[in-house]
């Protein structure tokens, strides 16, 4: 007999409580028979029976009230209280082989008795229904329930959610730019959940933008995969620690360093690892490629391996295979990049982490590019028009020669898909010393405007 174990149902039941889409799935599926604990019989008998009755979600109070005289039943409800949160995707994808494991073990037994029968004809209708059942089965399919705005409970439920994410979590779910103007238009920047996508010509700083951000979210606490999908790992790191040092490449790649600033990094690190922020690269081999089913391994790896991850960071989208068993011939690169760029929206809501890649313009006309009053838009981007709509965010990097000799830079966002967009922003850089946003040139270019 297959049965469900007691950690993996005290979980479904924490759902239960929580989510009204887990508690319609249960009442169609879970029966008492698949229970093998008396308490758990209860649990779900009072559960079910009052949802099912006033079409409310009990509070674990209330059923604690109901069971009061079952000691085990009431022990087990403590048990549910203090379970935090659970991925209700993983969840319901145990749910589903659960009953697929019962459906087969059914089918096997019928099917061994049509055999003995000898009863052939019977034997191949029941493998045929069995392996359209099996294919077909989704403990999500065929679910009656609709989110209500106007439910007041929903919205308490909402509300309350959204609290806990924001003031008791400090603004974890948001992901900053660190880059005042952006991160004020942003609200506290991306969400978890979201991706973004920046466009570059060459040497406008591609690579830097993607470090400056990865240090930063370092320096607050997050956890950060950055993916280098081009140059060496060597290379990534020198950038890296040029990046969070505030030294020149130069100096960083010959350790010219002296013993008082060595100190003082050093201070820095540990404050760094005390906030628990980590930057951890993978760079892939030379001529090796890197796919998002790869990319979504090694996050997974870095999750079982250190509990949890905030951001992917990918440098950059060309270098990037889909992973999805496709071979992609010539003339079908925008399908490639539509692909892509889905997997990266479901990888980051799959993990909840926020997104980030950065690609290059080819197709502009240098005379376009030398007007100060040009920017790229999403029209000046070849084969990327479909793949841009899993993105949340979509801006440009506009910089003519001279803006580049007196380190100026044009960000333009073209697509914002909460908040407004078509907005242009203008910062001050000092690339002397790696920094891809120099805040206080930044800010006197504000009191001369």
């Given at each position: 007999m297959v049965e469900i174990n007691d950690n993996f149902l005290l979980e479904l039941f924490s759902l239960c409580f929580k989510r009204r889409n887990v508690l319609d799935i249960c009442c169609k599926h879970l029966d008492y028979h698949?229970?093998?604990k008396e308490s758990h019989k209860f649990i779900w008998k009072v559960l079910k029976t009052h949802y099912q009755t006033t079409f409310k979600i009990p509070s674990i109070g209330y059923v604690s009230q109901q069971l009061s005289s079952k000691i085990e039943a009431l022990e087990e409800l403590n048990k549910i209280k203090e379970i935090g949160d659970?991925?209700?995707?993983?969840i319901l994808k145990q749910l589903d082989s659960f009953f697929k494991d019962i459906y087969f073990i059914e089918v096997y037994d019928q099917l061994y008795k049509f055999y003995?029968?000898?009863?052939?004809?019977k034997v191949h209708n029941l493998?045929?229904?069995?392996?359209?059942?099996l294919n077909n089965f989704s403990v999500k399919k065929d679910s009656l329930y609709f989110e209500k705005v106007f439910d007041v409970e929903n919205y308490e439920q909402r509300e309350k959610e959204r609290y806990e994410n924001s003031q008791i979590n400090n603004y974890q779910h948001k992901q900053p730019f660190f880059i005042d103007e952006i991160d004020e238009m942003l609200f506290g920047g991306v969400d978890k959940g979201d991706t973004w996508l920046g466009l570059s010509q060459s040497g406008v700083?591609?690579?830097?933008f993607l470090k400056f951000v990865?240090?930063?979210?370092?320096?607050?606490?997050r956890?950060?995969?950055h993916i280098q999908a081009e140059g060496s790992k060597k290379e990534c790191m020198d950038l890296y620690d040029a990046t969070w040092s505030g030294q020149t490449i130069h100096e960083i790649e010959g350790g010219i360093l002296d013993e008082n600033l060595k100190l003082k990094l050093k201070k820095v690190i540990k404050n760094i690892n005390a906030n628990k922020g980590e930057i951890y690269v993978y760079a892939a081999e030379k001529f090796d490629s890197i796919s998002m089913r790869d990319i979504r391994n090694l996050a997974l790896e870095i999750i079982k391996m250190y509990g949890s991850l905030d951001n992917i960071l990918i440098d950059y989208f060309e270098e990037i295979e889909p992973g999805d068993g496709k071979t992609y011939r010539v003339g079908e690169e925008r399908q490639r990049r539509d692909a892509i760029s889905k997997s990266m929206k479901n990888l980051a809501v799959e993990i909840n982490v926020a997104l980030g890649s950065m690609t290059q313009a080819s197709t502009v006309e240098p005379e376009k590019l030398e007007d100060p009053n040009f920017v790229m838009t999403r029209y000046d981007i070849s084969e990327f028009k479909g793949a841009l709509k899993p993105f949340s965010l979509f801006?440009?990097?506009n910089q003519t020669s001279d803006e580049y000799e007196a380190q100026i830079l044009r960000i333009y966002f073209d697509k914002i898909r909460k908040y407004k967009g078509k907005k242009l922003i203008t910062i001050a850089q000092a690339y002397k010393y790696e920094r891809f946003y120099d805040r206080k040139r930044t800010l006197d270019l504000f009191k001369k405007q």
């Open positions: 698949h229970l093998q659970v991925e209700e995707e993983e003995i029968d000898g009863d052939k004809e493998v045929q229904e069995a392996g359209n059942y700083g591609k690579s830097k990865g240090v930063n979210l370092a320096r607050i606490g956890k950060v995969l801006f440009t990097f």
